[in-house]
């Protein structure tokens, strides 16, 4: 058997409610019975397909057979994407001696690895017939299911430049990120020559195909800095709203529609035809200062959101999905959603209607020093216009009730060119 057929055979036929096992399994702990794990994950696959797709709707399932195209789409996946719940995030940096051939051969080779990564296949062989070859997959992913994997590409303003021949095809939108209010940013963390984001529902998928497509550049590129990304801060349609690590739900106000899509996320209209149908990616990574955040009163936990802990809701309203009033005041006058708070300051309403796809993650990397929680934000948006990201981060960084709490210590922006067609690859216009 090939490779490739042998991890199809093994294919993981696993669809699990995360929800449903927890009950199903406290139901069995209470009536001393058993309840079959297969019965449970199949009654929460059918529970999921029928439950539709209402923002936040109340379901939380994941199966692991899915599998998502690389090819023919328009966009690139891990967008639009239904929220994965793991991530990671690797910024690369092309070696001294790289020229513009080996930077399109390094796309060719990623988006035709993206393509089979994908599909939940190896890259290469996991297992030489001859001894002395090494592998040309590292196996660590060897007969797990696709999960849901997605592999988004993007390019550094870096490559924009003379070395490459590129500096004609630079979008006048797209530079490095200006200084910004609020950054204190660390420059282990800072920029890259390109990105690739990894999303899965299993972390060792998301590893294996950005180890593997680092494995696939080297000599041309070498990892610059990472981020292990989990638990999704952000959902999508029938998805509830996930948690980010202050405990608040993240992601309720998101862009979710078609026509937000296209009015706020795909480039449309650009200087340079090879962008249209791609977005721009922000990445931060943003540390929390979470022994202090606990510590902290829950009436000013809420205040610093302008929303409720439990439920989400805002302090004008009841219900998580109720819209934020941000004129309601209380009995004394004040504004029961305080102007400063982190809604109060990001809301479309306060921004001329101004919205950005969030997709971002919760991160640890243990204890830092001094034996803190070293842990945050991946947070990661996309935007038709960078210009939006940095005018609400701007607002953010110098007013946010929240910045007490938080650092923003990693930063980088990249073009995502839109998904290519088969038999092409990423960016492959920007080179004709
Ligand atoms: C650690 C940092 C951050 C945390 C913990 C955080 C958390 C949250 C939470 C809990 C909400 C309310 C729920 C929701 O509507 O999703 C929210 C909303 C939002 N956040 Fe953040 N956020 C962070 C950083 C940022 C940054 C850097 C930006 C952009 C520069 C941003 C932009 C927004 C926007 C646009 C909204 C929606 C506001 C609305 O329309 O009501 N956030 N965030």
């Known amino acids: 058997m090939t490779d490739d057929a042998d991890a199809a055979a093994q294919t993981d036929t696993t669809a699990v409610s995360r929800r449903r096992m927890l009950g199903g399994s406290m139901l069995a702990g209470l009536a001393g019975t058993a309840v079959g794990a297969a019965g449970g994950g199949f009654a929460g696959y059918a529970a999921a397909t029928a439950s539709g797709g209402s923002a936040g709707g109340g379901d939380d399932t994941v199966d692991l057979r899915r599998s998502y195209p690389f090819y023919g789409q328009g966009h690139q996946g891990g967008i639009a994407t239904l929220p994965q719940r793991y991530a990671v995030f690797m910024s690369f940096s092309l070696a001294a001696g790289a020229g513009r051939a080996d930077l399109q051969a390094l796309l060719a080779r990623w988006s035709a690895a993206g393509a089979v990564l994908q599909q939940g296949k190896p890259v290469g062989t996991v297992q030489p017939q001859v001894d002395v070859q ?4 590292t196996g660590e992913a060897y007969g797990l299911s ?8 993007g390019l550094g303003p870096s490559l924009f430049g003379d070395r490459f ?5 630079r979008p006048a939108v797209f530079t490095e990120l200006p200084p910004l209010d609020g950054d204190n940013l660390d420059p282990r963390l800072h920029g890259g020559d390109l990105s690739v984001q990894a999303c899965a529902d299993d972390p060792q998928v998301c590893y294996h195909a950005v180890r593997n497509l680092a494995r696939l550049g080297r000599n041309i590129v070498f990892p610059f800095w990472a981020v292990l990304g989990f638990g999704r801060a952000s959902a999508g349609p029938g998805q509830l709203t996930p948690r980010n690590l202050l405990g608040f739900k993240d992601g309720t106000r998101n862009i979710a529609s078609d026509a937000e899509y296209a009015r706020f996320v795909w480039v449309d209209n650009s200087d340079q035809a090879w962008m249209n149908g791609g977005t721009y990616q922000v990445v931060r990574k943003i540390r929390m200062l979470l022994e202090t955040w606990d510590v902290d009163r829950i009436g000013n936990q809420q205040k610093i959101f302008g929303r409720t802990k439990t439920e989400g809701a805002p302090l004008s309203g009841k219900a998580e999905f109720d819209t934020p009033n941000f004129s309601a ?8 959603i305080d102007p400063l708070s982190h809604v109060g300051l990001a809301a479309r309403e306060n921004n001329d209607g101004i919205m950005i796809r969030r ?4 991160y640890t990397d243990g204890l830092d020093a001094n034996g803190q929680l070293n842990a945050g934000l991946l947070f990661i948006s996309y935007q038709k216009d960078p210009n939006d990201f940095i005018r609400l981060q701007n607002r953010l960084g110098a007013h946010d009730l929240l910045n007490e709490y ?3 210590i990693g930063s ?3 073009a995502i060119p839109p998904g290519p067609q088969e038999g092409h690859f990423i960016g492959q216009s920007l080179f004709s």
């Open 146 to 153: 696709p999960a849901s994997l997605t592999v988004t590409i």
């Open 165 to 169: 021949g590129l500096a004609a095809r």
């Open 406 to 408: 938080i650092r923003h």
């Open 329 to 336: 005041k209380d009995a004394d006058g004040n504004p029961l």
């Open 412 to 414: 980088a922006i990249f």
């Open 134 to 137: 090494p592998p040309t997959d």
């Open 359 to 362: 997709r971002s993650y919760n």
